[in-house]
């Protein structure tokens, strides 16, 4: 099968879910910086879910890079990641409209670790398709940051309970891991 489809597809999901994101923020009904003061933690939100959204965007990309074919169940797969990643604006939206209440925050956890777990399962798929001396396989055959993430959301989410704040600081702490260009895809291409 052709990976071409499948990606099209996937961008104009994530694209789609980066609108609704946006869609979300209410304008405020006056013309004072005052009036943006209630929409703080609704923006603060909605940068930490495009950060994460963008973060998928590009792994997914460099990830389908060095894929040659796709079968079924790598189709199936990324289905799986996209329906995760679609409920990334409702979570956004609750934690932003709840102030990082503690249920929002773990449940935005809750999120976010499903999509990692999709996205891992998803990889896998295709190592088992490509075989484990395909360029994907050689390059997150030690995933470190991967699995530093999981870490960090199972923690994340009991810690709402105990502190919000702690939870944001783990999904933050995440998201600037990832940020930071993964080269692994990038040295397997350039081999």
Not at 71 to 92: A, D, K, R
Not at 123 to 141: F, H, P, T
Request: aromatic letters at 14%; a positive charge; glycine letters at 6%.
């Amino acid at each position: 099968m052709n990976k071409n489809r499948l990606e099209a597809f996937s961008d104009g999901v994530l694209a789609i879910i980066i609108t609704i994101m946006i869609l979300e923020i209410k304008v405020p009904e006056n013309n004072t910086f005052e009036s943006l003061k209630p929409l703080i933690p609704v923006i603060l939100s909605y940068v930490l879910s495009f950060a994460y959204i963008g973060i998928y965007w590009n792994n997914h990309h460099h990830m389908f890079q060095v894929v040659k074919k796709v079968n079924g169940s790598v189709l199936w797969g990324n289905l799986f990641l996209l329906f995760w990643l679609s409920l990334i604006p409702f979570g956004t939206s609750w934690i932003g409209s709840q102030h990082f209440a503690a249920v929002p925050m773990s449940v935005y956890g809750f999120i976010l670790l499903m999509c990692a777990a999709s996205y891992f399962s998803l990889q896998n798929s295709i190592i088992k398709l490509e075989g484990k001396d395909s360029a994907l396989y050689r390059a997150v055959e030690k995933d470190v940051k991967g699995k530093i993430s999981l870490v960090c959301y199972i923690l994340a989410i009991p810690m709402a309970f105990v502190s919000p704040w702690i939870s944001g600081l783990l999904y933050t702490t995440v998201a600037l891991i990832w940020i930071i260009p993964d080269r692994r895809i990038e040295k397997q291409i350039n081999k």
